[in-house]
């Protein structure tokens, strides 16, 4: 029985990877890390997926999420990395980088997996939300544990802007927003999604939940309960791990 996997998340900042123990979600070796390309555009991208796998001396399945939407390892949107992505074999592409079978997916439903396993969500029942606030806004949306993929759900319009670009981490860096303002803008976002899909639970990801302690306790209006990612900014490895031990494709 298969006990690690590698697992590969491409971010609009950073492409990030690491053997992960499937029992626990702890990574048995260090994380590794390197800048995505400018332009984000799918060779240059490829190239440093390729290079993460050899980094870690890595033979058979690896795991790797893209953030946007991805059907049958075709990458269909792009909102945060190059446009050339849309409509591009990506799986293809990333298994003759790395010499690996590789299963891709989106990378908010890469975290969701793992925050549902082994983090937040785990043994919660009815509809729960993922959100990862980072460079934009990822959804996951969970019915009894079962995965909606590719809900993208960042892209919501909030007064005539995707709610990413007034809601995300890096929107709040972009305006200087304090975390009072910011978590006025995440309680409204969050209000119009709850409103549409009436979440039992609300989890917040990404390298911000670090911090959730200054702004989650801030946010008003919702009325599913709000809680911190336990996997952190992690749970993208963890989940694309997680997924090649269950699905391995070429």
């Known amino acids: 029985m298969t006990t690690q996997?590698?697992?590969?998340?491409i971010g609009g900042s950073g492409i990030k990877g690491a053997p992960v123990?499937?029992?626990?979600?702890?990574?048995t070796r260090d994380r590794f890390r390197v800048d995505t390309p400018k332009p984000s555009a799918p060779?240059?991208?490829?190239?440093?997926?390729?290079?993460?796998?050899?980094?870690?001396?890595?033979?058979?399945?690896?795991g790797v999420t893209f953030p946007g939407v991805v059907i049958d390892g075709v990458t269909l949107s792009a909102a945060n990395v190059s446009k050339h992505w849309i409509g591009q074999d990506a799986r293809s592409l990333f298994a003759k980088a790395t010499g690996c079978?590789?299963?891709?997916?989106?990378?908010?439903?890469?975290?969701?997996?793992?925050?549902?396993?082994?983090?937040?969500?785990?043994?919660?029942?009815?509809?729960?939300?993922?959100?990862?606030?980072?460079?934009?806004?990822?959804?996951?949306?969970?019915?009894d544990g079962v995965l909606v993929p590719n809900t993208e759900f960042g892209h919501l319009q909030l007064h005539g802007k995707d709610a990413e670009a007034r809601a995300s981490a890096k929107a709040r860096e972009d305006h200087g927003l304090g975390w009072e303002k910011w978590a006025k803008r995440l309680g409204e976002y969050m209000a119009h999604l709850e409103a549409?899909?009436?979440?039992?639970?609300?989890?917040?990801?990404?390298?911000?939940?670090?911090?959730?302690e200054h702004f989650i306790p801030l946010i008003k209006g919702v009325r599913a309960p709000i809680?911190?990612?336990?996997?952190?900014?992690?749970a993208g490895i963890v989940g694309a791990a997680m997924a090649a031990a269950s699905e391995p494709t070429v």
């Open 21 to 27: 123990d499937l029992s626990d979600g702890t990574f």
């Open 5 to 9: 996997m590698l697992g590969i998340d």
């Open 227 to 234: 809680v911190p990612a336990t996997l952190v900014n992690n």
């Open 101 to 143: 079978p590789v299963t891709l997916l989106n990378d908010a439903d890469a975290a969701g997996l793992a925050e549902m396993r082994l983090g937040s969500g785990r043994g919660h029942a009815g509809t729960v939300v993922l959100l990862t606030l980072g460079t934009g806004i990822g959804s996951a949306v969970f019915t």
């Open 43 to 62: 060779e240059p991208v490829a190239e440093v997926v390729g290079e993460i796998v050899r980094h870690f001396g890595w033979e058979g399945p690896v």
């Open 196 to 212: 549409l899909i009436s979440p039992s639970l609300i989890i917040v990801g990404g390298g911000v939940s670090r911090k959730s």
